[in-house]
């Protein structure tokens, strides 16, 4: 069974860097497509970062620029790279995978905190 199981986040100062992970433990990584998305309290998920199995990246315009997302196949891993954070990030950042199937599996969330 896939489980995504996410690393990285916590606190940074607004201007710093922060790389994300999410490891899909249990899957071949063969997924449809993958990506990032965060949520605050109040509001809906958003997605960030979108990449798909062709390499394919979407970006919401709000961290264009700023943010990367990518991929590791050996490691079964995607990542979220993240610059010139700004207080608006600060949100519960989700990893989600989907398959060819249409299965999507989701990380369990981390907190992204961009305070002075």
């Known amino acids: 069974q896939v489980q995504p199981v996410q690393s990285g986040g916590g606190l940074v100062q607004p201007g710093g860097s922060l790389r994300l992970s999410c490891e899909a433990s249990?899957?071949?990584?063969?997924?449809?497509?993958m990506g990032w998305y965060r949520q605050v309290p109040g509001k809906q998920r958003e997605l960030v970062a979108g990449?798909?199995?062709?390499?394919?990246?979407t970006y919401a315009d709000s961290v264009k620029g700023r943010f990367t997302i990518s991929r590791d196949n050996a490691k079964s891993t995607v990542y979220l790279q993240m610059d010139s954070l700004k207080s608006e990030d600060t949100a519960v950042y989700y990893c989600?995978?989907?398959?060819?199937?249409?299965?999507?599996?989701w990380g369990q969330g981390t907190q992204v905190t961009v305070s002075s």
């Open positions: 990449l798909t199995r062709n390499g394919d990246t």
């Open positions: 989600a995978f989907y398959s060819r199937s249409g299965a999507d599996y």
């Open positions: 249990g899957s071949n990584f063969s997924f449809n497509s």
